[in-house]
């Protein structure tokens, strides 16, 4: 896991060929992925594709845990660069009438938004009490083993980086799809949409309050942010249009 000097500067360049600035590189966008090195997890499962809001909403039914949302005040409280505009169409609720925890019509298929990091140890919890199994959110280390396999490449699928293979901004839609939409994008271990469509949290701690999320979503492009070896922390309160997750599952 990790990434090599060569990996994140490759990553910025194609940054820089695609929004047509350095804004990345200047940020040091990469700069905070460990050297490439050798890790070691134990024996887990993870599931295929992230969560949809069809596998969301038999949660919320079951158990009335409150469907994703979030108000204006509260998104325009985020400084996110999206207006509260681009949360519309993800939301469950938006200030109409109780929709008895259906998603957004049409979107049943897609990756569930708009969940804290709390929501996604909530559905966890919540699935193995369902199955008698023991679901639970990945650890960096075991997110990132199945995104990309064990011989260190840069994307899921390879070395090279192929639009066609992931839902980023480089060939859009610029909207979530239908979880595993994209076969030719699949790691080594068969995992799903492990790059571009939503980034994902994971059970990594990175500063008080705060959790590593990974994968990329269909809002970047470049797409450097994508790489199984990107990561940053973002707030355990935060719901984001761009966030979803999926769990692992003990032997």
Request: hydrophobic fraction near 35%.
């Given at each position: 896991?990790?990434?090599?000097?060569?990996?994140?500067?490759?990553?910025?360049?194609?940054?820089?060929?695609?929004?047509?600035?350095?804004?990345?590189?200047?940020?040091?966008?990469?700069?905070?992925?460990?050297?490439?090195?050798?890790?070691?997890?134990?024996?887990?499962?993870?599931m295929?594709?992230?969560?949809?809001?069809?596998?969301?909403?038999?949660?919320?039914?079951?158990?009335?845990?409150?469907?994703?949302?979030?108000?204006?005040?509260?998104?325009?409280?985020?400084?996110?660069v999206?207006?509260?505009?681009?949360?519309?169409?993800?939301?469950?609720?938006?200030?109409?009438?109780?929709?008895?925890?259906?998603?957004?019509?049409?979107?049943?298929?897609?990756?569930?938004?708009?969940?804290?990091?709390?929501?996604?140890?909530?559905?966890?919890?919540?699935?193995?009490?369902?199955?008698?199994?023991?679901?639970?959110?990945?650890?960096?280390?075991?997110?990132?083993?199945?995104?990309?396999?064990?011989?260190?490449?840069?994307?899921?699928?390879?070395?090279?980086?192929?639009?066609?293979?992931?839902?980023?901004?480089?060939?859009?839609?610029?909207?979530?799809?239908?979880?595993?939409?994209?076969p030719?994008?699949?790691?080594?271990?068969?995992?799903?949409?492990?790059?571009?469509l939503?980034?994902?949290?994971?059970?990594?701690?990175?500063?008080?309050?705060?959790?590593?999320?990974?994968?990329?979503?269909?809002?970047?492009?470049?797409?450097?942010?994508?790489?199984?070896?990107?990561?940053?922390?973002?707030?355990a309160?935060?719901?984001?249009?761009?966030?979803?997750?999926?769990?692992?599952?003990?032997?």
């Open positions: 896991m990790g990434s090599t000097r060569a990996e994140r500067d490759a990553a910025y360049t194609l940054d820089e060929i695609a929004y047509g600035h350095a804004r990345t590189r200047q940020a040091l966008w990469y700069e905070n992925e460990p050297p490439l090195h050798e890790a070691a997890t134990g024996a887990f499962a993870i295929t594709t992230p969560v949809t809001n069809a596998d969301y909403a038999r949660f919320v039914t079951d158990t009335g845990h409150p469907p994703p949302f979030v108000d204006e005040p509260t998104w325009r409280g985020y400084k996110l999206h207006p509260y505009a681009a949360v519309q169409r993800f939301l469950w609720h938006g200030g109409k009438p109780w929709h008895g925890g259906k998603p957004p019509p049409g979107r049943a298929r897609h990756p569930v938004v708009l969940v804290e990091h709390a929501d996604a140890e909530a559905y966890a919890a919540w699935l193995s009490r369902a199955t008698g199994r023991h679901w639970r959110l990945p650890t960096e280390p075991e997110w990132e083993k199945a995104a990309r396999g064990t011989d260190g490449r840069r994307f899921p699928w390879g070395d090279a980086f192929d639009p066609t293979h992931l839902a980023s901004h480089d060939a859009g839609p610029f909207d979530t799809v239908p979880v595993g939409s994209y030719n994008g699949a790691s080594p271990f068969g995992v799903l949409d492990a790059a571009g939503v980034f994902e949290w994971t059970a990594t701690p990175e500063g008080p309050g705060r959790y590593i999320v990974k994968g990329g979503s269909w809002d970047d492009r470049g797409c450097g942010v994508c790489r199984p070896a990107a990561r940053h922390a973002r707030p309160n935060l719901r984001h249009i761009l966030i979803g997750f999926r769990l692992v599952r003990d032997p």
